[in-house]
Nanobody
């Protein structure tokens, strides 16, 4: 059984930093692509960053240069380092697993198979 658990959210002032962690168990972590999504109140869920099993990465335009996605296959963990946070980054952040083993990074929610419960990130202005 696959479990996906996020942690590291919280309240931070604008300009601050947070690091989100996501542990995925019950699967061969190193074989799968991973993604970080976020959903703000009243908005759809968007892919913020993703990393393929081979290390290719994707960032949505609004976070490029501020967020960094990385993975530690030995720990079954994917991270999202978020720097220079803005009020508009406030959202629930979700981690997801794409088990297709595609070489390309995918960003659509429908292409991800397992999801965590989410962690709240609130950036005060």
């Amino acid at each position: 059984q696959v479990h996906v658990v996020e942690s590291g959210g919280g309240l931070v002032p604008a300009g601050g930093s947070l690091r989100l962690s996501c542990v995925a168990s019950g699967l061969t972590f190193s074989s799968y692509n991973m993604g970080w999504f976020r959903q703000a109140p009243g908005k759809g869920r968007e892919c913020v960053a993703a990393i393929s099993w081979s290390g290719s990465t994707y960032y949505t335009v609004s976070v490029k240069g501020r967020f960094t996605i990385s993975r530690d296959n030995a720990k079954n963990t994917v991270y999202l380092q978020m720097n220079t946070l803005k009020h508009e980054d406030t959202a629930v952040y979700y981690c997801a697993v794409d088990r297709s083993q595609s070489r390309r990074v995918v960003t659509a929610t429908g292409e991800y198979d397992f999801w965590g419960q989410g962690t709240q990130v609130t950036v005060s202005s």
